[in-house]
């Protein structure tokens, strides 16, 4: 028995198509022996390119990262060191609590404590 597969499919034959032959190079006129000039084709005007238009300059931050002041965060009393900010509850002592309008962060661990505002009625 015969399967789908046995059946063979005629080929299908590629028609070939007549390639165009090449331009001959144009050759110039000749007057009694003698070459005549073509005529010279004068170049199109060049046009002035379009500058490019910068992009704005992004703005630069005005307060640049300054350097931890160590000094600022210990005092002296009565000849010993005192701490002047809290220390971070995860970290321990030594690594010390930044202070902002409504919370408080350890730039170490990412602790904070978030305060809640008054609110007036």
């Known amino acids: 028995m015969a399967g789908p597969r ?3 499919k005629p080929k299908k034959k590629e028609e070939k198509k007549p390639v165009a032959a090449a331009p001959a190079p144009a050759r110039p006129a000749m007057v ?7 005529p ?10 379009k500058e490019k238009k910068s992009q704005k300059e992004r703005p630069r931050s005005k307060k640049k990262h300054t350097k931890v ?12 060191v005192v701490r002047k900010n809290e220390s971070c509850p995860r970290c321990g002592p030594g690594t010390f609590l930044a202070h ?4 408080k962060y350890c730039g170490k661990c990412g602790w ?3 305060q ?5 009625k």
């Open 116 to 120: 809640k505002e008054d609110i007036k």
């Open 69 to 80: 002041q160590v000094w600022k965060l210990y005092k002296v009393e009565d000849g010993k």
């Open 100 to 103: 902002y309008k409504n919370r």
């Open 40 to 49: 010279v084709e004068e170049a199109p005007k060049e046009e002035k390119k």
């Open 32 to 38: 009694k022996g003698k070459p005549v000039e073509a």
């Open 112 to 114: 904070s404590l978030i």
């Open 6 to 8: 046995d059946i063979k």
